[in-house]
């Protein structure tokens, strides 16, 4: 981790930001689950953010990316149980009401409060409930809410996602901390996911948006559990400079700053697909060999994305003829006779053939909690690393009955 630690606290361990997190009962008034959440920074803050590519945006999302165009935000408001997403003109008028909602509780200008939804689509937020929870919260807001935020924002999530990390530079210790959601609709090019990450690092917004976007493309633009992509994925990233640690392009400060970032999306987009909808296994897909990492993220992505192997690793069914049939309708260009794959420890092709490996050990190795297939396409420069879950028939079930 290049010195960097990890630290209690969340979304709350950098330098003067607070959480809340209230239960509206956002989608069943009967269920008094928490299920909205604030975060706000005590000074405005630089903002970045990377949203769904998904051509059906959520009005959240449309509201924004206007934000992260100004570049400085102090505070994001989100809600679970409902999306506000296909909800045309009413749904953009409802985010920015919320978002001048909190503006008017924190004192500060609605151009610098960020808004997320997740939950069922199609439906119009329930706004009494939505503007009595931004109240609650704004009243809640205290240095240890970002644990009860983490949950806040879940679904069908069965854990909530909270991690911090901190580092010592010259200037003094930095902290970046984060919050995550997201279990299914989990596909390439982000997820049905929401982020949200602060720090009290100095670093401009376009750095800090440069930053994320290639930390996003090596972590959560790197995981899959199902193939779909949401109207709502959001990762934003809020930096104070609370530490007075400045961090500025081509520095060694920066470098290691990104490191960090990395680390923790890294960790949290892993988070995501361990509690993957009905997930029973870990999938490490590693590919080599191939003539640039575009091409390996590629070929990872296609294994990934298999159902044919999504379900043999649920079944702990070593049948690498799927993996490598993925691989070799994937579009990358590579020379089948040099293709090798590995499940566990457990080579079972080489050169385009199959080894003499033993069926036992291979099956023993697709009967782990945590399976790594390693698959080599050549002796070219290109790596990727993509994570997945298995696709199980409790998958089937959670969605059969997402809406009732």
Not at 61 to 79: K, P
Not at 360 to 385: F, N, Q, T
Request: some cysteine; overall charge negative.
């Amino acid at each position: 981790m290049n010195g960097w630690t990890g630290t209690d606290g969340g979304v709350c361990a950098p330098r003067g930001f607070l959480a809340a997190a209230a239960a509206m009962g956002i989608k069943n008034p009967a269920v008094k689950r928490v299920d909205c959440a604030l975060i706000c920074s005590d000074r405005p803050a630089a903002v970045a953010g990377v949203f769904t590519t998904n051509r059906v945006k959520a009005a959240p999302v449309l509201w924004d990316q206007g934000v992260c165009v100004h570049g400085t935000a102090r505070a994001i408001f989100a809600n679970s149980g409902n999306a506000n997403a296909c909800t045309g003109e009413r749904g953009i008028a409802d985010a920015r009401e919320t978002a001048a909602r909190v503006a008017a509780r924190l004192d500060t200008p609605v151009t610098e409060v960020l808004v997320a939804s997740t939950g069922v689509i199609g439906v119009p937020l329930p706004m009494e409930r939505i503007l009595a929870g931004v109240d609650a919260c704004a009243a809640a807001l205290s240095g240890f809410g970002s644990s009860e935020a983490a949950r806040a924002i879940m679904t069908t999530d069965t854990v909530p996602k909270e991690m911090a990390i901190e580092r010592t530079f010259p200037e003094g210790t930095a902290r970046i901390g984060a919050i995550a959601k997201g279990a299914g609709m989990i596909a390439p090019n982000m997820a049905t996911m929401l982020c949200f990450i602060t720090t009290d690092a100095d670093v401009s917004p376009r750095l800090l948006r440069d930053m994320l976007g290639r930390v996003v493309n090596r972590s959560f633009n790197c995981i899959c559990v199902d193939n779909d992509m949401s109207t709502n994925d959001t990762v934003l990233v809020l930096a104070n400079g609370a530490s007075g640690v400045i961090i500025r392009e081509g520095t060694e400060n920066a470098r290691i700053f990104e490191e960090g970032l990395e680390y923790l999306c890294v960790q949290m987009a892993q988070a995501l697909v361990r509690d993957g909808e009905g997930a029973t296994r870990f999938v490490t897909i590693e590919v080599t060999g191939a003539a640039d990492d575009r091409c390996a993220w590629t070929a990872a992505q296609s294994v990934a994305r298999s159902m044919l192997c999504k379900t043999a690793f649920y079944g702990g069914d070593p049948n690498w003829g799927r993996i490598a049939c993925a691989v070799g309708y994937s579009g990358v260009i590579f020379e089948p006779d040099r293709l090798c794959v590995r499940i566990g420890d457990v080579t079972v092709m080489a050169e385009g053939l199959p080894t003499d490996y033993r069926e036992a050990d291979a099956a023993a190795a697709m009967k782990e909690r945590e399976i790594h297939i390693g698959i080599s396409l050549g002796d070219g420069p290109g790596r990727a690393v993509c994570w997945t879950s298995d696709l199980s028939t409790e998958y089937v079930r959670i969605n059969a009955d997402y809406r009732t």
